[in-house]
């Protein structure tokens, strides 16, 4: 299934839905943050519970995007991975990059935490 992402705009902060996969094939995402940023967004959530398989490729394109979102001053977090993806990120010791949430609103307040490249 092609990813389908659904963005839900509040000011300088987005929520991203986002159901499917997320793999070599789907470039669609970067190209919407991207578009995002450019207009003043700054802090995402990407809602991923409806995100059943990630592989390499997509791995690389969370980690570009929040690379994107660093350099605007932003941040960008994961809330509600299914257990494959948040063993994965675990796997991958992706889950010391990216803040992962279960609740919306403590996602949105986890987005906007202060950080300094170390």
Known sequence: ????TNARV????VVLEMKGRLWVL???LRDMVQALLQQGCAFFVLDIAEVDYIDSSGLGQLV???ASVR???GNLVL???CPRVRQLLVTTCLQTIFDV?????KAKAGVRREWSPS
């Not at 299934?1 to 389908?4: F, N, Q, T, V, Y």
């Not at 509040?10 to 902060?13: A, E, L, Q, S, V």
């Not at 949430?101 to 609103?105: A, G, K, N, Y």
């Open 10 to 13: 509040t000011h300088d902060t």
């Open 26 to 28: 789907d470039l669609p």
């Open 1 to 4: 299934m092609a990813l389908i």
């Open 64 to 66: 570009s995007i929040w």
């Open 79 to 81: 809330f509600r991975p």
């Open 71 to 73: 350099k605007f001053g």
């Open 101 to 105: 949430f279960e609740d919306e609103e």
